[in-house]
Nanobody
């Protein structure tokens, strides 16, 4: 049974940093795309960042580019999201997701392309 378990969420003041981690079990995702999405209250779930197999090919939402960094450790079957310069509008539940495939650029931001999801971790940015 595949499981994705997020950790690292919490409360932080504006301008602060958090690092999220997502540990996968049940199968290897070393050849698949993994990513992060988020959902704020009353809003739809949206793409944040994704990394293809080696982690060197990444994409980011415009709203987080330059502030967030996605990375992956395939040996540990784990991905990370380093979030710096956090803003109140970054407040949301953050979800880890994994695809069965290595997604191409035109589909990497689409929720429907991801087959496995974590339970989510809350990130709150406020003073």
């Amino acid at each position: 049974q595949v499981q994705l378990v997020e950790s690292g969420g919490g409360w932080v003041q504006p301008g602060g940093s958090l690092r999220l981690a997502c540990a996968a079990s049940g199968r290897s995702f070393s050849r698949s795309t993994m990513g992060w999405f988020r959902q704020a209250p009353g809003k739809e779930r949206e793409f944040v960042a994704a990394a293809r197999m080696s982690g060197s090919n990444t994409q980011y939402a415009d709203s987080v580019k330059g502030r967030f960094t996605i990375s992956r450790d395939n040996a540990k079957n784990t991905i990370y999201l380093q979030m710096n310069s956090l803003k109140p509008e970054d407040t949301a539940v953050y979800y880890c997701a994994a695809s069965s495939l290595s997604l191409i650029s035109s589909t990497i931001r689409s929720l429907s392309q991801y087959d496995y999801w974590g339970q989510g971790t809350q990130v709150t940015v406020s003073s």
